[in-house]
C-alpha cells in the first residue's frame, strides 16, 4: 500500500467517523435534560449531607458544626462520584 492510499484510507475512516458524530448527536431537548440530570446527581447528595449533619449537630450537646461539615464533604463525594457514573455510563 503506498503512502497516498494510506494517507486516502484515513481521511475516509475520519469522514466516516465525522458523519456517524453527525448523526449520533442528540438534540438540544436531549443536551438539556442530561445537563440537568448531572446537576441533580450532584446537589442532592450535596443537600441531603448538609441537612443530615445539622440534624445530627442540633442532637448534640453544644456548638458543633463537625457533622455538618463531615456530611457535606462526604456529600460531596457521592456527588462527584455518581455524576463519574453516569458520565462514564452514558459514553
Do not use: C
Not at 503512502?3 to 458524530?21: G, N, W, Y
Not at 443530615?52 to 461539615?69: A, H, I, N, P
Request: aromatic residues 8%.
Amino acid at each position: 500500500m503506498t503512502e497516498s492510499e494510506r494517507l486516502r484510507h484515513r481521511v475516509e475512516l475520519q469522514a466516516k467517523r465525522m458523519r456517524k458524530a453527525e448523526r449520533d448527536r442528540g438534540s438540544l431537548l436531549q443536551q438539556t435534560v442530561f445537563l440537568g440530570t448531572l446537576g441533580l446527581l450532584f446537589v442532592l447528595p450535596v443537600l441531603g449531607g448538609a441537612y443530615l449533619g445539622d440534624w445530627l449537630d442540633q442532637r448534640s450537646e453544644g456548638y458543633s458544626v463537625l457533622w455538618t461539615l463531615s456530611m457535606l464533604g462526604l456529600g460531596l463525594v457521592v456527588g462527584v462520584i455518581n455524576v463519574y457514573l453516569f458520565v462514564r455510563r452514558q459514553i
